[in-house]
């Protein structure tokens, strides 16, 4: 065991490096083939791995928070489904949101996201997901944010 520790977070765990000097740290880290650890831990633990959920935007902890499994849980929902799809897609930003990922939540995203009213604020990913337009993001701040956070709390109305 060295002098030293260096502790890195990863997407599968911790990992400690034990080193005497900057020298003996590269060292270490350059024998380290992360690919390979990965896949070993992976392997053995993958599945009781506790992962720690994405945070929410600040100032919007309030009104959505993420599941383990990286999922947006509203903790307030907008009064129409168009609005419910645009909270959605700004919380889960900049990750896409697929057709099913909607469903699950008993919304038929393609019932709105091509209406007339509607079509400006949604686009589509290459691989069919949906995700805002910058006036889709702009109507999320402005017309749900704005309705469902208090003006005290919500990000874009601090004053100083």
Same mark, same amino acid.
Do not use: C
């Given at each position: ?10 997407? !599968? ?15 270490? /880290? $350059? &024998? ?6 990965? /896949?070993?831990?992976?392997?053995? *633990?993958? &599945? ?8 929410? #935007?600040?100032?919007?902890? @309030?009104?959505?928070? *993420? ?8 903790? #307030?929902?907008? &009064? ?5 799809? +645009? ?11 697929? &057709? $099913?990922? *909607?469903? !699950?939540? @008993? /919304?038929?995203? +393609? ?24 006036? @889709? ?19 874009? #109305? #601090?004053?100083?």
């Amino acid at each position: 065991m060295g002098k030293y520790e260096a502790r890195v977070k990863t997407n !599968f765990g911790e990992i400690v490096v034990n080193f005497d000097s900057t020298d003996d740290l590269a060292k270490n /880290i $350059e &024998s380290l083939n992360l690919d390979t650890v990965s /896949i070993i831990v992976l392997k053995k *633990f993958g &599945s009781i791995i506790v992962k720690e959920p994405r945070k929410p #935007k600040p100032g919007l902890e @309030g009104l959505y928070r *993420f599941t383990p499994d990286g999922k947006v849980e509203l903790l #307030k929902t907008p &009064s129409s489904a168009p609005m419910t799809i +645009g909270l959605l897609l700004y919380a889960s930003d900049p990750e896409p949101m697929s &057709s $099913e990922e *909607f469903l !699950f939540r @008993g /919304i038929t995203a +393609g019932n709105y996201v091509s209406q007339t009213d509607y079509k400006k604020y949604f686009d589509k990913t290459p691989d069919d997901r949906h995700v805002l337009t910058q006036a @889709g993001r702009q109507w999320v701040e402005s017309e749900i944010i704005s309705k469902l956070v208090p003006k005290a709390a919500s990000p874009e #109305k #601090k004053s100083g």
